[in-house]
């Protein structure tokens, strides 16, 4: 009787798509041979991510019986093999959730600077910066943290963890098919790599062409020794030695005691109502929800929706409340575990009103004259952003990060990952800009245990108490402003979800005093900019935003951007 009963729940398990001889996703993935759908219409669910095969991974483990948490966990363990530039086990991030029941969700796992980091480490003699140091190679390395963000929000899945990791190691083990993008990626990575790396990796190769196969072994052993062992088989053991003797070759700091005192923290999200919908994104150390909250604030009763999207008018309303807002962060964002941020202060409406005071719709404020407010008392681009959401309306919104495009450029020997330059992202001096030219000062100084200021917005937005939108992007600095035009592109705008991922956008961060702007924006707005006094300065995409909308209980839209291998699944 007990092997008729065994063999029945044998057979009920792999019906089902998770027996225990078999972590595979029930639908094989072809890993040579793949797409990039940029949208699609679901009524399931949705998983869009940086690349296809990473989407992919998330939306079989929605057809297994895993929720959008399962999913979130098993899309960021595959970027961590198809993404290296971003997806990582060697950086940290930020998971922000809405669940079915109403329950919200913040995780901080960013990562934080090494007990023997100090505030000026990164200076001369003469007191002068040292930009290299804090933006390449071992020493500008935080403690990473992703592996403990995802094992922090695992208690929220469903399905076991070795499920939700096998797609990651499989792929890993088997190879992948790189795309032209990552082949040309990985031609201009060639020289760092030799410049920063102890032990030549696998990334090292004369020429890499789009179709080529790229196998990781080493990246495959980690991923088991965290299978097997869980996050100890990551901040302890033989992972956590290998990083430690990797530290030793390259002058690093990072220690076995950093390491294993790693801790994910659960946070209170940083919530706002606008105009009847509730947008829901990352406190402290993120910058983000707030900068956002400011910025959605000061156009709130100014109606925008009436100027139209892309009009010199909204251009100019929005290019002003964005340096504002930016003003606000390089004095007083930092980590809140280390500095009070007046979090209240900043986002209340008299405070607000008060910003504005000086705003003028004819012409530009220079960031000369606008300073951060007074208070009484008182990052790379190649971040990489996944969305979800699942049958039962459970909402994910994830950004990891190494900071700058594969990090340190520093692959741990033996393990096959990159380690993050996350430590740029603190103010190594203050009113000394970081990579993204964003300044700062005593609130975001190094301090050993504390966290480096983020500029990622994970957010997701209500509409009548159930998910809208799911929403973020990579981009450093341009992360909050990318945002905040998405949302409003949607909800003032009126605009499709496509449209208001795919068309241009524009950027301003208060110092340098310019803004950014792509190419796709035509000539005649960039005059009017000017001639109301503005410096106007072309540049290349801005971020690579993956958007889902809720159209109904049975109705969701996903979109992934066009300016990247980014990819939307859906069923």
């Known amino acids: 009787m007990k092997r008729i009963i065994a063999t029945l729940l044998l057979i009920i398990s792999f019906y089902f798509g998770f027996s225990q001889k078999s972590n595979s996703p029930a639908t094989p993935i072809n890993t040579y041979n793949y797409s990039s759908p940029k949208k699609i219409i679901a009524t399931q669910g949705a998983v869009v991510s940086a690349h296809p095969l990473a989407s992919k991974v998330g939306i079989e483990i929605l057809k297994m019986g895993g929720n959008a948490i399962d999913a979130a966990i098993a899309t960021q363990l595959a970027l961590a093999v198809v993404y290296p530039q971003a997806g990582n086990l060697g950086g940290g ?7 079915a029941d109403g329950k919200e969700i913040t995780i901080d796992y960013r990562e934080m600077a ?65 795309t032209k993008r990552q082949a040309q990626s990985f031609n201009a990575l060639q020289e760092n790599l030799k410049k920063y790396n102890t032990v030549s990796p696998v990334f090292i190769k004369e020429n890499w062409a789009a179709g080529d196969t790229l196998i990781q072994t080493d990246l ?84 925008i929706g009436k100027m139209g999207f892309l009009s010199v008018q909204a251009i100019q309303l929005m290019v002003e409340v964005e340096r504002r807002a930016f003003a606000d962060r390089a004095k007083y964002m930092g980590d809140a575990d280390f500095y009070n941020v007046p979090v209240d202060k900043l986002c209340s409406p008299a405070y607000l009103q008060e910003r504005m005071m000086n705003y003028d719709p004819a012409k530009a404020t220079p960031s000369s004259t606008i300073q951060p407010g007074t208070v009484a008392g008182y990052e790379s681009e190649e971040t990489t952003h996944l969305s979800v959401i699942d049958k039962d309306g459970n909402a994910v919104a994830v950004t990891t990060t190494l900071n700058d495009s594969y990090g340190s450029k520093t692959v741990v020997g033996g ?104 190419r796709a924006i035509p000539e005649k707005t960039r005059e009017a900019l000017r001639i109301m006094g503005y410096t106007v300065v072309d540049r290349g995409p801005i971020g690579r935003t993956e958007l889902i909308k809720v159209i109904s209980r049975k109705k969701i839209e996903a979109v992934a951007d066009v300016r990247g291998d980014d990819a939307a699944e859906g069923y």
């Open 415 to 518: 393990a096959g990952f990159f380690l993050n330059d996350e430590m740029d992202d603190f103010s190594i001096k203050p009113g000394v800009p970081n990579m993204y030219g964003a300044v700062g000062g005593e609130a975001n100084a190094i301090k050993p245990g504390k966290r480096m200021l983020s500029s990622m917005t994970p957010t997701i937005v209500l509409k009548d108490n159930y998910p809208y939108l799911v929403i973020g992007t990579p981009g450093g600095t341009t992360i909050p402003t990318s945002v905040f035009q998405t949302i409003v592109d949607i909800i003032e705008f009126g605009m499709t979800t496509e449209d208001a991922v795919w068309k241009a956008k524009f950027h301003h961060q208060w110092l340098p005093d310019h803004i950014e702007i792509e």
């Open 220 to 303: 495959a052993n980690t991923l088991k020794r965290i299978r097997d062992k869980g996050e100890a088989g990551f901040y302890e053991g033989e992972t956590a030695r290998l990083i430690v003797e990797e530290m030793k070759r390259g002058s690093g700091i990072i220690t076995l005691d950093d390491l294993k005192n790693y801790k994910a923290i659960s946070r209170e999200p940083h919530s706002f109502h606008y105009k009847g919908y509730k947008i829901i994104s990352m406190p402290m150390p993120s910058s983000g929800g707030l900068l956002l909250n400011q910025m959605m604030k000061m156009i709130e009763n100014r109606e």
């Open 93 to 99: 991030g930020f998971t922000v959730a809405r669940l």
């Open 114 to 178: 090494p007990g023997n980091a100090n505030r000026d480490m990164y200076l001369d003699e003469k007191g002068d910066p040292l930009h290299e140091k804090s933006q390449e190679g071992h020493l500008s390395s935080g403690v990473p943290g992703t592996v403990a963000g995802l094992f922090a929000s695992y208690k929220y899945a469903k399905l076991p963890f070795s499920t939700l990791i096998q797609p990651a190691i499989d792929i890993a083990e088997k190879g992948f098919v790189i």
